[in-house]
């Protein structure tokens, strides 16, 4: 028997057993598969190892989404999470790359998945706090939020949390260096039944501009000649 004489359902499970390059390319052999590949029913989960994964097409967003998980574990997150004033030119070129990568994508998360239940984002060093407003306020029933190692997310986050997270019941904020304890004792006074997990984040040295370096440097001169 070919693949193509199995029915509907028969074809769905099949699929829901491959990942994403496997269904992509079995979707190419014939227009029934395609179909198949285009059922909302196989992409209520989504899981990223990187910001390339995302840019090739091999997946499905639509309202079906409930589960996404970004999780970037690699050495280059270190370059990603240098402060941008402080990064060489190899630096910059590097992050330019790929830096609206992530954001552009949860971007249009936001706008064509309202029924997203959890958000997994790990390394993503150039998420901001404008896109994840966006998905708390266009998401209103997301349970999960857990980030790591995500530096540009400020308390910022937390007070969107406070205004939008109605239905959040699990939050995470590890290893987010700008996140403030101030911020943190806002989430458990406001949304007390929130599972808040916040491991290093307000013990981390936040981000500084550049004049505040450029002060400390010259009163540490001016300390020396004294």
């Known amino acids: 028997m070919h693949i193509t004489q199995l029915n509907r359902e028969c074809l769905l499970h099949l699929f829901s057993f491959l990942d994403k390059n496997s269904r992509k390319n079995l979707a190419?052999?014939?227009?029934k598969l395609l179909e198949v590949f285009q059922d909302p029913i196989l992409w209520?989960?989504?899981?990223?190892?990187?910001?390339?994964?995302?840019?090739?097409?091999?997946?499905?967003?639509?309202?079906?989404?409930?589960?996404?998980?970004?999780?970037?574990?690699?050495?280059?997150?270190?370059?990603?999470?240098?402060?941008?004033?402080?990064?060489?030119?190899?630096?910059?070129?590097?992050?330019?790359?790929?830096?609206?990568?992530v954001t552009d994508f949860l971007l249009e998360v936001g706008n064509r998945c309202p029924n997203l239940l959890s958000l997994t984002l790990s390394g993503c060093g150039h998420v901001t706090d404008d896109c994840?407003?966006?998905?708390?306020?266009?998401?209103?029933?997301?349970?999960?939020l857990k980030l790591e190692n995500c530096v540009r997310i400020t308390d910022q986050t937390l007070e969107a949390v406070t205004l939008y997270g109605r239905s959040l019941q699990t939050l995470h904020v590890d290893f987010c260096r700008n996140i403030t304890q101030t911020g943190l004792e806002k989430v458990r006074e406001k949304c007390p039944s929130v599972m808040l997990s916040a491991e290093r984040s307000a013990n981390m040295i936040p981000d500084s501009k550049p004049e505040k370096k450029f002060t400390l440097g010259k009163s540490s001169r001016k300390l020396v000649q004294l």
């Open 28 to 31: 190419k052999t014939c227009h």
């Open 132 to 144: 994840l407003l966006l998905l708390l306020r266009n998401c209103p029933s997301l349970k999960t």
């Open 44 to 101: 209520s989960l989504l899981n990223f190892n990187s910001p390339t994964e995302l840019k090739k097409h091999n997946f499905l967003l639509g309202p079906a989404l409930k589960y996404l998980s970004i999780c970037w574990h690699s050495e280059r997150v270190k370059v990603c999470n240098i402060e941008d004033w402080m990064k060489n030119n190899f630096q910059k070129d590097f992050c330019n790359k790929h830096e609206n990568t």
